[in-house]
T-cell receptor, first 114, second 112 residues
Framework: DAGVIQSPRHEVTEMGQEVTLRCKLI?????LFWYRQTMMRGLELLIY????????DSGMPEDRFSAKMPNASFSTLKIQPSEPRDSAVYFC????????????FGEGSRLTVL | QQQVKQSPQSLIVQKGGISIINCAYE??????FPWYQQFPGKGPALLIA?????SEKKEGRFTISFNKSAKQFSLHIMDSQPGDSATYFC???????????FGQGTILTVHP
């Protein structure tokens, strides 16, 4: 079975540009989590969805960040405009509803904002 | 109350030794305590997990010890191998919470 699929794996962009990160959930999973990982702050939960509905977006840094689930198997995380401090590895993870402790992570999208 | 505190930040162990990573939590509503393992360039992967109704869980060389009264739990890696070199995260979740709270991570290096 395919795992969580993220794209792009690497993104280098210039400050002010729009960045869109994509995630495909594992088939049958209905909870989706976006995490950001940096050396300084570790793994931070940005937002999570249950059955396509955003439940908690308190971790989203500011209005420049937005996340959507247009359907049950796909999600996007958008940063507009991007800033150098957004440079990090962004992970999405999926799980069965109610099994938030058993996350399946993608391989991450490494974002560098110059 | 949502924090999970993990120590040490980094750990160096000789091959064949025992690696021990400790975590502490505050929220007594947490009822599921997983450990995740992350290799460079990869996402974290679930390694082993425990619920508070047992004090220990063992899977191969990996053991979780759980102390409910102290609100602490730890990961022991017996006979540590160079292939165990990775970052390890403890975490906690509760049935009333839809999300996982991670510790800060421990970078484990096992020297051959």
């Amino acid at each position: 079975d395919a795992g969580v699929i993220q794209s792009p794996r690497h993104e280098v962009t210039e400050m002010g540009q729009e960045v869109t990160l994509r995630c495909k959930l594992i088939s049958g999973h209905n909870s989706l989590f976006w995490y950001r990982q940096t050396m300084m702050r570790g793994l931070e939960l940005l937002i999570y969805f249950n059955n396509n509905v955003p439940i908690d977006d308190s971790g989203m840094p500011e209005d420049r960040f937005s996340a959507k689930m247009p359907n049950a198997s796909f999600s996007t995380l958008k940063i507009q405009p991007s800033e150098p401090r957004d440079s990090a590895v962004y992970f999405c993870a999926s799980s069965l509803f109610g099994k938030a402790g058993e996350l399946f992570f993608g391989e991450g999208s490494r974002l560098t904002v110059l | 109350q949502q924090q999970v505190k993990q120590s040490p930040q980094s750990l160096i162990v000789q091959k064949g030794g025992i690696s021990i990573i400790n975590c502490a939590y505050e929220n007594t509503a947490f009822d599921y305590f997983p450990w995740y393992q992350q290799f460079p360039g990869k996402g974290p992967a679930l390694l082993i997990a425990i619920r508070p109704d047992v004090s220990e869980k063992k899977e191969g060389r990996f053991t979780i010890s759980f102390n409910k009264s102290a609100k602490q739990f730890s990961l022991h890696i017996m006979d540590s191998q160079p292939g165990d070199s990775a970052t390890y995260f403890c975490a906690a979740a509760g049935t009333s919470y839809g999300k996982l709270t991670f510790g800060q991570g421990t970078i484990l290096t096992v020297h051959p």
